[in-house]
C-alpha cells in the first residue's frame, strides 16, 4: 500500500515535468525556442541587410538609367539643332557646298549619327503602328551633285519623299515591302520616282525602282514603268539615324541623304487617310 501511494505520488510530478510541446520537453523546449527566435531573428536581419541593400542599389540603378536617358535626350536635341542649323546656313540641299562648309556640316552630322536613338531602324521602319513610315520629308541636306539632290542643270529643286503605304504584310503584321516616292519639284514641273524598299538587316534595306512619272502642273504627262530587275532598277540603303522627324540614310553610291519631316504632300498622309475613311493602316 505505501509502495502504491509512492508510485501514485511521483509519477504525475515526472510525467508534468516531461510535458512536450512539439515532442519536446518543456525545459528544453523553453531553450530551444529561445535559440530559434534568436537565429530567426538573426536571419530576418541579414535578409534585410542583403536584399534591401540589392533592392537599394537596383532602385539606384533605374534611377540612373533613367537620368542618364534623360541627359542623352537633351544632349541629342542639343546636337540636332546644332546640325540642322549649320545644314540651313549652307546652300540649298548642301549643293554646291564649300569643302569648309561639308566639313562642318557633316562633323555635327556624324555627331547626331552617334547618338541615334532608334535600334535596328531598317526593321522598325517596317514594324507596326509604322510611326516611321508615313507622311513626307524634305531634303535638308546630302553630299552628292547628282540627281538626287534635286539639281537640274542650273536649278535645285525642292526634293521630297513620302511614304505611301505598305505591301504583302506577314502574319504578325510586319510589311514586307513599304512604298514610297522621291520627288523634285521645280516650279510647275515634278518628277516621282516611284520605289519599295525591303528590309535585310538590322540598318539595311534594299530598293527596288519601279516607275518614272513627270507631272505638269499636278498633271501626269508622262508614266514610264521598270523591267523587273533592269539594269539601274536596284539600290540600297543604310539607315544611320531615325528619330520623329530626322532621318539620315546612306546610299550603296555612297551618298548621304538626310530628310527632315513636314507637312505631307497633298495635305494628308497614308496613315491620315486611312484613319479618315476607317480602315486599319496595316
Not at 86 to 95: E, F, I, L, S
Not at 124 to 150: E, M, Q, V
Amino acid at each position: 500500500m505505501n509502495l502504491l501511494c509512492l508510485i501514485l505520488l511521483v509519477v504525475p510530478q515526472r510525467a508534468q515535468a516531461f510535458q512536450s510541446v512539439g515532442g519536446l520537453p518543456r525545459h528544453a523546449c523553453g531553450l530551444h525556442g529561445t535559440q530559434l527566435a534568436s537565429r530567426g531573428l538573426a536571419a530576418a536581419r541579414n535578409w534585410q541587410k542583403c536584399f534591401g541593400t540589392q533592392l537599394a542599389s537596383r532602385g539606384l540603378a533605374l534611377s540612373s538609367t533613367r537620368m542618364s536617358a534623360a541627359t542623352t535626350g537633351t544632349e541629342r536635341q542639343a546636337v540636332k539643332e546644332k546640325f540642322i542649323e549649320a545644314a540651313r546656313a549652307g546652300p540649298k540641299n548642301g549643293v554646291g557646298a564649300t569643302p569648309e562648309q561639308r566639313a562642318a556640316i557633316e562633323g555635327k552630322l556624324a555627331e547626331l549619327i552617334a547618338l541615334n536613338p532608334t535600334e535596328e531602324p531598317a526593321v522598325a521602319l517596317l514594324r507596326p503602328p509604322y510611326k516611321f513610315f508615313d507622311g513626307t520629308y524634305s531634303l535638308l541636306y546630302t553630299n552628292t551633285t547628282g540627281g538626287s539632290s534635286g539639281k537640274l542643270g542650273p536649278f535645285v529643286g525642292d526634293v521630297t519623299q513620302t511614304f505611301e503605304g505598305m505591301r504583302d504584310n506577314d502574319q504578325m503584321g510586319f510589311s514586307r515591302r513599304g512604298i514610297f516616292s522621291n520627288a523634285a519639284q521645280f516650279g510647275p514641273l515634278r518628277t516621282c520616282l516611284r520605289a519599295r524598299c525591303e528590309s535585310r538587316g538590322d540598318t539595311k534595306l534594299n530598293i527596288v525602282f519601279e516607275e518614272l512619272s513627270i507631272f505638269v502642273f499636278g498633271v501626269r504627262v508622262s508614266n514610264k514603268p521598270f523591267e523587273q530587275g533592269g539594269k539601274g532598277t536596284r539600290g540600297s540603303w543604310d539607315l544611320k539615324y531615325m528619330d520623329e522627324d530626322l532621318r539620315v540614310l546612306r546610299t550603296n553610291a555612297g551618298n548621304v541623304l538626310v530628310l527632315e519631316k513636314e507637312e505631307p504632300f497633298g495635305g494628308e498622309s497614308y496613315m491620315e487617310k486611312q484613319k479618315r475613311l476607317g480602315s486599319v493602316p496595316y
